[in-house]
């Protein structure tokens, strides 16, 4: 009979760890915390404007339905993606599109 190991790991560890070597598993999470994170970065009065945020090679498109928050939005360009890439926990935003 095999000797058991009592080497224990929390469930959040295999999972970021099984996560980090399946790179696709690893890029829908990050699809699904970046619509999370600018919802919860601008608050839901912008979040109610927005149609679509997706992250394409290291660019953020956010698709907007009201053109006069679109143009308050591109004076801050910077400060988003300084708050998300914060709350992503790496550098993935490099850029941002509005749409």
């Given at each position: 009979m095999a000797k058991r190991e009592?080497?224990?790991?929390?469930?959040?560890?295999?999972m970021g760890s099984f996560i980090q070597e399946n790179n696709?598993?690893?890029?829908?999470f990050q699809k699904i915390h970046i619509d999370e994170a600018?919802?919860?970065?601008?608050?839901?009065?912008?979040?109610?404007?927005?149609?679509?945020?997706?992250?394409q090679n290291g660019t953020l498109i956010v698709r907007l339905?009201?053109?006069v928050l679109r143009e308050e939005l591109s004076y801050g360009k910077d400060k988003i993606i300084r708050m998300i890439n914060e709350e992503m926990g790496e550098e993935l935003v490099k850029k941002i599109m509005l749409v």
């Amino acid at each position: 009979m095999a000797k058991r190991e009592n080497d224990s790991f929390s469930i959040k560890d295999l999972m970021g760890s099984f996560i980090q070597e399946n790179n696709n598993l690893k890029k829908g999470f990050q699809k699904i915390h970046i619509d999370e994170a600018w919802e919860k970065l601008m608050g839901t009065g912008v979040a109610s404007y927005t149609s679509e945020v997706k992250l394409q090679n290291g660019t953020l498109i956010v698709r907007l339905s009201s053109s006069v928050l679109r143009e308050e939005l591109s004076y801050g360009k910077d400060k988003i993606i300084r708050m998300i890439n914060e709350e992503m926990g790496e550098e993935l935003v490099k850029k941002i599109m509005l749409v």
